[in-house]
């Protein structure tokens, strides 16, 4: 009778001892789990760069403080850019402008519209209208614009010695830096085939014309 409450005794401890075995089984079971559905987020450096890549790629391109990345060329970068095809043999009807735009100096020096019928580009054209220009109002001198005048430009040494409201140059860096002209390309026309050309031309037909099996036939 005294065996008995010792057995029912050990009963319960063992009990309880497989108890707390099972639960701390079932925990370490529980971890596992958790740490395995982890694992993949963690899998290295070059996977979070993925993930942060196909979040990117979600919400479009974003560039460094939120602005939305583009690659496009702005009105400010092309308003000074134009396409003026003086290229080929063909007539070319070309009009152009002399600007001066220094800031506070900005003038209109003339303009002038010529026929063509060489190739050229716009720069070289842009280049030889300016060294005519120079050599004109160094020859003729030119009236100084109103601007000019109440600024007292050009430096007097530019001035017509005979005439003090009309110059003859500009100061060098001027030049350079200020001096433009404005090319327009108005029209462009076929050229015609050059008159000797085409006396030529005939010419040979009335031989071609003239000769039947390979002899000359000669009217009599």
Same mark, same amino acid.
């Given at each position: 009778?005294?065996?008995?409450?010792?057995?029912?005794?050990?009963?319960?401890?063992?009990?309880?001892?497989?108890?707390?075995?099972?639960?701390?089984?079932?925990?370490?079971?529980?971890?596992?789990?958790?740490?395995?559905?982890?694992?993949?987020?963690?899998?290295?450096?070059?996977?979070?760069?993925?993930?942060?890549?196909?979040?990117?790629?979600?919400?479009?391109?974003?560039?460094?403080?939120?602005?939305?990345?583009?690659?496009?060329?702005?009105?400010?970068?092309?308003?000074?850019?134009?396409?003026?095809?003086?290229?080929?043999?063909?007539?070319?009807?070309?009009?152009?402008?002399?600007?001066?735009?220094?800031?506070? !100096? %900005?003038?209109?020096?003339? =303009?002038?519209? +010529?026929?063509?019928?060489?190739?050229?580009?716009? @720069?070289?054209? $842009?280049?030889?209208?300016?060294?005519?220009?120079?050599?004109?109002?160094?020859?003729?001198?030119?009236?100084?614009?109103?601007?000019?005048?109440?600024?007292?430009?050009?430096?007097?040494?530019?001035?017509?010695?005979?005439?003090?409201?009309?110059?003859?140059?500009?100061?060098?860096?001027?030049?350079?830096?200020?001096?433009?002209?404005?090319?327009?390309?108005?029209?462009?026309?076929?050229?015609?085939?050059?008159? !000797? %050309?085409?006396?030529?031309? =005939?010419?040979? +037909?009335?031989?071609?014309?003239?000769?039947?099996? @390979?002899?000359? $036939?000669?009217?009599?």
């Amino acid at each position: 009778m005294l065996k008995l409450p010792v057995a029912a005794f050990v009963y319960s401890v063992e009990m309880l001892f497989k108890t707390m075995q099972e639960m701390q089984r079932m925990a370490d079971q529980g971890i596992d789990a958790l740490v395995d559905g982890i694992a993949p987020a963690r899998a290295g450096p070059g996977h979070a760069h993925s993930q942060v890549s196909d979040a990117a790629m979600s919400f479009g391109d974003v560039a460094p403080g939120g602005a939305a990345a583009t690659n496009h060329t702005t009105h400010e970068e092309t308003s000074d850019m134009t396409d003026v095809d003086l290229r080929g043999d063909a007539v070319k009807l070309v009009r152009y402008f002399i600007v001066f735009n220094r800031r506070d !100096y %900005e003038a209109y020096l003339g =303009d002038d519209t +010529e026929v063509i019928t060489y190739s050229t580009n716009e @720069g070289d054209y $842009q280049g030889s209208k300016k060294a005519e220009f120079l050599a004109q109002i160094a020859e003729e001198s030119a009236e100084i614009p109103d601007k000019w005048r109440k600024k007292n430009y050009p430096p007097e040494e530019f001035r017509d010695p005979h005439d003090k409201t009309r110059f003859i140059g500009l100061p060098r860096q001027d030049i350079e830096e200020f001096l433009k002209v404005k090319v327009e390309l108005v029209h462009r026309y076929e050229r015609h085939e050059a008159e !000797y %050309e085409k006396d030529q031309a =005939d010419a040979l +037909e009335k031989l071609a014309s003239a000769v039947k099996d @390979g002899k000359l $036939q000669v009217e009599k």
